[in-house]
């Protein structure tokens, strides 16, 4: 087994790096890219739910939607009370989460074009298996779902969505969580 976690370990960054080298269009960092994604995916998050996600501190996550907001992408509205912040995408901002997640796919099918269709099924079953153990409470599924193309799981489910307790998740619907 030490080999094949390992393996894993390997995998995992050679993805993860695969997608980020892809999707840093227009000269946005990772904590960039994973705001402009979670608030794609929740119109109308504050900034503090944009921590959570990208993983970063609160003053770091009011930096990264400062540039945002300084580059066209992300607008800000008043939110629930006096001192919060709803965060919306502006035209410009949808037009980079289009160009940075057909990027990513490009660059995922790329990997993945290195396997046969029984293989690529295979990894699927285990990725949907070993994802759906990650998140314990909803935060978690934010984390590790900030970069993914939502509509592409929708139909067939979502592995970690469906794995954070219903308990945790306040109400919130498929769409919320991921």
């Known amino acids: 087994m030490p080999a094949t976690t390992n393996l894993l370990g390997a995998l995992a960054v050679a993805c993860l790096d695969r997608q980020l080298a892809a999707m840093r269009a227009d000269g946005l960092e990772e904590a960039d890219l994973a705001a402009l994604l979670f608030v794609r995916h929740k119109p109308g998050a504050m900034v503090g739910q944009v921590a959570e996600a990208a993983g970063l501190t609160h003053s770091g996550a009011v930096r990264v939607i400062d540039r945002l907001a300084a580059a066209g992408h992300v607008s800000r509205a008043p939110g629930r009370d006096r001192r919060a912040v709803a965060l919306r995408l502006t035209p410009a901002g949808r037009a980079v ?10 660059a995922l099918d790329r990997m993945l074009s290195r396997l046969d269709a029984g293989d690529v099924a295979t990894l699927g079953r285990i990725a949907g298996k070993l994802l759906g153990a990650e998140p314990q409470q909803v935060t978690d599924a934010w984390r590790i779902c900030r970069f993914c193309e939502r509509s592409v799981c929708l ?13 945790d998740r306040k109400g919130e619907s498929h769409a919320d969580r991921t």
């Open 155 to 167: 139909p067939a489910g979502c592995p970690v969505a469906a794995a954070v307790d219903p308990l």
């Open 97 to 106: 989460v289009r160009r940075v997640l057909r990027a990513r796919r490009r």
